[in-house]
């Protein structure tokens, strides 16, 4: 075992946690969905809630490079109507964390995993027209998606969704992803550090330490979304999801 910044990880677990940092890096730059393999990881090592606060510096860190290279195709309209009713369900996800233990938060952040995984196979088969392109709608995605990324930083899917069904461009849609991230992953830090006590010196220094794996896992996502084509890469989200579910549940 290694004794590093105050935990106790097998050489084999410290792989997994830059595995986990370069699947971030990837996914904040153009492949969606990988994260969603990346999240039980971390769960199974460091249990669920902790593992949500030492996920959550790693994505502000990888949404920093984000929006540095997609910053100019954000839609700032539909940022304005997701994020009121986001910061609303970030506070509820963060009374619903206070209430619960480990197992359950686990719990929860696998039944989200699921849901996903109905919400993508829906999204393969739906009429994307037939998606309602109304406030309602924004509303009761953002709220959603604010409790899903404050329980185990999971809203990517139901961002997704919404941000699909509107149809927008390739990097439009990355790039409104990536601002929306960013704003609100840096809102839950602090409840995170006081509320939670998931985040501390020790679990942010080996964030840092894990830097280079997400710098170069956001590189390879600037590069592989230019070529992969996207319907294999949906249907390659969807297998990890799937698998995302089962391990959470192991």
């Not at 790693?58 to 700032?76: E, G, P, Q, S, T």
């Not at 953002?142 to 941000?163: C, E, R």
């Not at 699909?164 to 790039?175: C, D, F």
């Not at 006081?194 to 840092?208: A, G, K, R, T, V």
Request: net charge positive.
């Amino acid at each position: 075992m290694l004794e590093l910044f105050g935990y106790s990880l097998s050489y084999q677990m410290l792989c997994f946690v830059f595995l986990v940092a370069f699947f971030v890096g990837m996914a904040k730059t153009g492949v969606h969905g990988i994260s969603m393999l990346a999240v039980p990881v971390l769960a199974v090592i460091f249990g669920g809630k902790a593992s949500a606060g030492l996920m959550l510096p790693m994505l502000v860190i990888a949404d920093l490079f984000a929006v540095k290279y997609y910053h100019r195709h954000a839609n700032w309209n539909y940022l304005f109507k997701l994020l009121p009713s986001a910061i609303i369900g970030v506070l509820l996800g963060t009374w619903l964390g206070n209430l619960v233990d480990d197992q359950i938060f686990r719990v929860i952040m696998s039944v989200i995993i699921f849901v996903s995984l109905a919400i993508m196979l829906w999204m393969e088969r739906a009429d994307k027209k037939a998606i309602p392109d109304f406030l309602w709608f924004a509303v009761l995605m953002g709220l959603l998606g604010g409790i899903s990324t404050m329980i185990g930083n999971l809203a990517g899917p139901i961002m997704g969704l919404y941000l699909l069904s509107m149809r927008l461009p390739k990097n439009e849609y990355i790039g409104t992803a990536a601002w929306f991230f960013l704003i609100i992953n840096v809102f839950k830090v602090p409840f995170h550090i006081y509320s939670w006590e998931s985040i501390d010196m020790n679990s942010f220094s080996l964030n840092l330490v894990s830097l280079p794996f997400i710098a170069i896992g956001a590189l390879c996502g600037i590069f592989i979304v230019k070529r992969i084509p996207d319907k294999q890469y949906r249907w390659f989200v969807i297998g990890m999801t799937a698998v995302a579910a089962i391990l959470m549940n192991i």
